[in-house]
């Protein structure tokens, strides 16, 4: 048996395929370094190469030992813990009286699509976790541009507004700026993990989205994706002064950016982002406009109580924005508490996975997932406890909707992907 065919006969035994490029170069090494040994003893070049196979032993179980050491990491507590957060997301759409908003009753309805939206999560996260993640890195440029033309597209040409939000919809499929974002976090983990492009180029590819969320007025998106292209900047393989500078000279254009946006609002004739930032500090002068819902969520959290409120509170988007105060509502602090321990046992989790991993396009894809994922979920949380103004940011996996399900599908399935193939991020980012 040629070395060749030792190699082959062993990677055959080996079922997760992308072993099978690492474990056939670390044979082929060992093999060569053999038959060299082989070779400084006297032994022909084909003497050599049988002896140095027949050192190895079977290749049958070489290769069976080589499946059981590279078979692809489950993250069963990350999956359970997702799985319970799925589960306890049809406690708002069960305890949620839909008459007042729509006179009838449609909770068998939202049951229905909530179930649909869990479906095509959970076909997402599938594909996505046997879909070798690495493969995207080379399309890094194609998704930045694309997610810049989808921006650019709502900007200049949406067919309506849904909440203040520009969207495209054609038919049943509509367009919006949150679909950018997974894709824009994906793309700069690939530029940041290799040194191809200018560092001034990279600020720019940054900035340019923040401009365009801005303009587009989702303050939600633009504070999650900032944070995570930060978080990605901070990994990079950037030297610490570059990093410096970029990090001065990009804080700055935020700082002005902030500070004209307060100037327009007071100058410019918009008074109704001021009056949400009045209502918020001081919701009781707004009682009967942006302060309602701010007075409405506190009596609902004081009434709570450790078990639930005696009786029952409507509550606007009840199942999608204000889905945890819903169910605290509903079922207590109790449950409440509970809930809220799954949602960042979520985040400690994923933050043990990238721990030990090296600088690479893997890790950087596990950092930005679990940034977005974890303000999305501080920041729900104390905004339903009145700590921070209220903004149309869902729980992840608790809020209705198939759009943030989607999203966040994508991101747990990058993140179970990396996690699956971890034996193999063992290359760190280049440094020169």
Known sequence: MSSKEFVLAVTRRIRAKEA?????EELTNHLQESKQTWLRKGYSEEEAEQKAVAAMGSASQLGKNMDKIHRPAWDFWLIGIISLLLAASFIPILSTDFQPQFGRDLTGYYIQHRLLHIVLGIGLITVLLYFDYRKLQRFSLFLYVSSILLLLFLLFAPNTFINGQAIFQFGPLRLHTWMALPFLVVSLAGFLSERTYNRWLLAGFIILPIVLFTLLSNLSALMLYTAAAAVLFGYSYLPRKVKTSV??????IGLSMAAFSVYAYHRLLMPYQTERIAAFLKPESYSDSSGYMILLLKD???????????????IPEAHTDYAL?????????????LVIGLL???TI???????NLPR?????????????YSIQSVYSILMIFGLLPLTGMSLPFISYGLLPMLIHAFLLGMVLSVYRRKLYVTKPMTLT
């Open 349 to 355: 989790r994923i933050g043990w996975m990238a721990r």
């Open 325 to 337: 105060v819903q169910l605290i509502h509903s079922y207590g602090y109790a449950a409440g508490i």
């Open 344 to 346: 960042l046992a979520v």
């Open 360 to 372: 690479s396009y893997g890790k950087l894809l596990i950092l930005a997932s679990v940034t977005i």
């Open 20 to 24: 099978h490029q690492q474990v056939a």
């Open 300 to 314: 609902a959290m004081a009434e709570a109580g450790l078990f639930g409120a005696k009786m029952p509170l409507y």
């Open 247 to 252: 990090f001065a000279v990009v804080g700055g």
